[in-house]
């Protein structure tokens, strides 16, 4: 499956983002997807992550209340959406897929999408 991110950009803190990530290939519906983040100079971090039917979804425990992960599987697309961003969100996010559950690690996931860029303004 192929993963397409998008919706980055630079926003003052406070505001709020939508992230999308869009999937082509093989059946979107059989996989669980996760978003993760890097910010300059760390290392890549499990943010968030929604199982294959929306029914279960997970938050690393720092970010819970102001990230919400969701999926349209008729679109192929899974969001995250951000409120009350804040600069020490400034990070590329990543989506991914995995085949096996949603995991916290890089390594349960199957593919990964380019990332796109969240920038945060004090």
């Known amino acids: 499956v192929q993963l397409q991110a998008s919706g980055g950009g630079l926003v003052q803190a406070g505001g709020s983002l939508r992230l999308s990530c869009a999937a082509s290939g093989r059946a979107f519906d059989t996989y669980d997807m996760g978003w993760f983040r890097q910010a300059l100079g760390k290392d890549r971090k499990f943010v968030t992550g929604?199982?294959?039917?929306?029914?279960?979804?997970y938050y690393a425990d720092s970010l819970e209340g102001r990230f919400t992960i969701s999926r349209d599987n008729a679109k192929n697309t899974v969001f995250l959406q951000i409120n009350n961003l804040k600069p020490e969100d400034t990070a590329v996010y990543y989506c991914?897929?995995?085949?096996?559950?949603?995991?916290?690690?890089?390594?349960?996931?199957?593919?990964w999408g380019q990332g796109t860029q969240v920038t945060v303004s004090s």
């Open positions: 991914a897929a995995s085949s096996g559950g949603v995991g916290i690690e890089q390594y349960d996931y199957d593919y």
């Open positions: 929604i199982s294959w039917s929306g029914s279960r979804v």
